[in-house]
């Protein structure tokens, strides 16, 4: 996200957007190698708490607005046993009043049981998201993973059985070791199982966590030739497959994720949970990654912001800009300086856009702009460029 810390006027538009709400379930049973988000160890008293302190914090949501998507988010939610889900998910319906036209939750495959599924399904949940990363047994240890290969199948049956409208797989590549017949392999497997969603990561190296550590031994080494061939052969197999790209790591068969879809346009969303990040109200923030600090703040019924970023209409233009070239349909510039009119900014991209155009990075048509093949393949460069070019 464009998060420049300077003093910038608050936003203020007389049409009222999409909102989405986020819920962070901070509770993992093991930290992965490749995962650098915040999450604690489920302890009964820390479980409760959090419960309690989440009553709290949704009872604060106070916008008169339909929230029209929901996502929890982790940390494993799917960690949470059947009664703890269901608690969570009524103390949200009640304060939102309206069940989400989209809900989607995070689930490991060690923790799917068929309880949790059938309260999520009552509750009114739209798809389970499920992640996978890999079905080879040795690239599963590498990361880190709880699960094996046979849980995967397993979970994935009672996903199934339980009738959840969506359903999405995610799967890692470019991991340490893992050759292009694995790759190709993954895909079709994840296919042949019929999710009606498949998103695909390229494995990063956050800071603080293990394989980082690995990567600054010398042990590990980031090769993005390597990387782009990845890309490219999964791009090339989900098409043959039937599975439509339409953002850089995201493939539909008929389930597009809109609550994604409204945050690359920018639209605003409500973080609820420690580290739980928003955008609301002309401000960007987050909770604080730390369960008691947070709690103790919803216990008080007063919420803290950190990381606050004050919002104006350069800022939201350039990152509707930078997220909306990643998906495939592209942009409207028109729409967007009609959103978040900052001339200024606009002025400035135009000769970036063009050269973008000259490079055969981007497909202009009046107003409408989308990358072409060679342009997503340099899409984070493309994402710098434009910030580079409006600081």
Same mark, same amino acid.
Request: net charge negative.
């Given at each position: 996200?464009?998060?420049?810390?300077?003093?910038?006027?608050?936003?203020?538009?007389?049409?009222?957007?999409?909102?989405?709400?986020?819920?962070?379930?901070?509770?993992?049973?093991?930290?992965?190698?490749?995962?650098?988000?915040?999450?604690?160890?489920?302890?009964?008293?820390?479980?409760?708490?959090?419960?309690?302190?989440?009553?709290?914090?949704?009872?604060?949501?106070?916008?008169?607005?339909?929230?029209?998507? &929901?996502f929890?988010?982790?940390?494993?939610?799917?960690?949470?046993s059947? =009664?703890? *889900? /269901?608690? !969570? #998910? @009524?103390?949200m319906?009640?304060?939102?009043?309206?069940?989400?036209?989209?809900?989607?939750?995070?689930?490991?495959?060690?923790?799917?049981?068929?309880?949790?599924?059938?309260?999520?399904?009552?509750?009114? &949940?739209?798809?389970?998201?499920?992640?996978?990363?890999?079905?080879?047994? =040795?690239? *599963? /240890?590498? !990361? #880190? @993973?709880?699960?094996?290969?046979?849980?995967?199948?397993?979970?994935?049956?009672?996903?199934?059985?339980?009738?959840?409208?969506?359903?999405?797989?995610?799967?890692?590549?470019?991991?340490?070791?893992?050759?292009?017949?694995?790759?190709?392999a993954?895909?079709?497997?994840?296919?042949?199982?019929?999710?009606?969603h !498949?998103?695909t990561?390229?494995?990063t190296?956050?800071?603080?966590?293990?394989?980082?550590?690995?990567?600054?031994?010398?042990?590990?080494?980031?090769?993005?030739?390597?990387?782009?061939?990845?890309?490219?052969?999964?791009?090339?197999?989900?098409?043959?497959?039937?599975?439509?790209?339409?953002?850089?790591?995201n493939?539909?068969?008929?389930?597009?994720?809109?609550?994604?879809?409204?945050t690359?346009?920018?639209?605003?969303?409500?973080?609820?949970?420690?580290?739980?990040?928003?955008?609301?109200?002309?401000?960007?923030?987050?909770?604080?990654?730390?369960?008691?600090?947070?709690?103790?703040?919803m216990?008080?019924?007063?919420?803290?912001?950190?990381?606050?970023?004050?919002?104006?209409?350069?800022?939201?233009m350039?990152?509707?800009?930078?997220?909306?070239?990643?998906?495939?349909?592209?942009?409207?510039?028109?729409?967007?300086?009609?959103?978040?009119?900052?001339?200024?900014?606009?002025?400035?991209?135009?000769?970036?856009?063009?050269?973008?155009?000259?490079?055969?990075?981007?497909?202009?048509?009046?107003?409408?702009?989308?990358?072409?093949?060679?342009?997503?393949?340099v899409?984070?460069?493309i994402?710098?460029?434009?910030?580079?070019?409006?600081?």
């Amino acid at each position: 996200m464009h998060l420049q810390d300077k003093e910038l006027k608050m936003i203020d538009h007389p049409v009222k957007t999409e909102l989405g709400l986020y819920c962070h379930v901070p509770f993992c049973a093991s930290t992965c190698d490749f995962c650098a988000f915040y999450q604690e160890k489920p302890r009964r008293g820390d479980l409760d708490r959090y419960l309690s302190a989440m009553d709290a914090e949704f009872a604060l949501i106070s916008d008169d607005r339909t929230v029209d998507t &929901v996502f929890w988010g982790g940390g494993t939610p799917g960690l949470l046993s059947a =009664k703890d *889900l /269901e608690r !969570l #998910g @009524r103390s949200m319906l009640e304060c939102l009043g309206n069940a989400p036209a989209e809900w989607t939750i995070e689930m490991a495959p060690s923790t799917v049981k068929a309880d949790k599924l059938a309260v999520l399904r009552d509750l009114g &949940v739209t798809r389970i998201s499920m992640g996978v990363q890999s079905f080879d047994e =040795k690239l *599963l /240890e590498s !990361l #880190g @993973r709880l699960h094996r290969p046979n849980q995967i199948y397993k979970a994935w049956e009672l996903v199934q059985a339980a009738g959840f409208p969506q359903t999405n797989l995610d799967l890692m590549f470019a991991i340490p070791n893992q050759s292009m017949e694995q790759w190709e392999a993954a895909i079709r497997e994840a296919a042949r199982l019929g999710p009606t969603h !498949l998103s695909t990561y390229c494995l990063t190296f956050e800071e603080d966590t293990a394989l980082y550590v690995k990567l600054s031994e010398g042990k590990l080494k980031i090769d993005e030739e390597r990387e782009l061939l990845f890309y490219e052969r999964g791009w090339e197999l989900l098409a043959e497959l039937g599975y439509a790209q339409y953002e850089i790591s995201n493939f539909s068969r008929g389930g597009e994720c809109i609550h994604n879809v409204n945050t690359w346009r920018m639209t605003e969303w409500i973080g609820c949970g420690p580290s739980a990040a928003s955008q609301y109200q002309g401000e960007r923030y987050q909770r604080p990654s730390n369960l008691n600090e947070w709690a103790t703040a919803m216990e008080s019924r007063q919420p803290p912001k950190t990381e606050m970023v004050s919002l104006d209409d350069s800022i939201l233009m350039a990152d509707a800009i930078i997220f909306g070239l990643r998906m495939n349909a592209g942009i409207d510039l028109a729409d967007i300086a009609l959103r978040f009119p900052a001339p200024r900014v606009m002025a400035m991209l135009e000769p970036l856009l063009a050269r973008f155009e000259a490079e055969a990075l981007l497909i202009r048509d009046g107003a409408h702009a989308r990358l072409t093949h060679k342009g997503r393949l340099v899409c984070d460069a493309i994402g710098s460029a434009v910030l580079e070019a409006v600081v």
